[in-house]
């Protein structure tokens, strides 16, 4: 895997894009449906979750 420095800054940048997309759907939903105990919203905040934490040990690594 590759440090930060070398990864292209349009990947990283393209990657944190979509993860604020998905939160930004998911709170889309949840003030349309004024509620917060949808499995989507469950699904979804795991994924990005998930995404996150494999950007960050992606930048950490060697």
């Known amino acids: 895997m590759q440090r930060m420095e070398s990864l292209p800054q349009d990947f990283v940048g393209s990657y944190l894009r979509f993860q604020i997309e998905t939160l930004e759907d998911v709170l889309t939903t949840m003030e349309a449906e004024n509620a917060m105990d949808d499995g989507y919203m469950d699904e979804n905040l795991k994924r990005v979750e998930k ?12």
């Open 51 to 62: 995404n996150l934490h494999q950007i960050r040990k992606l930048t950490k690594s060697c």
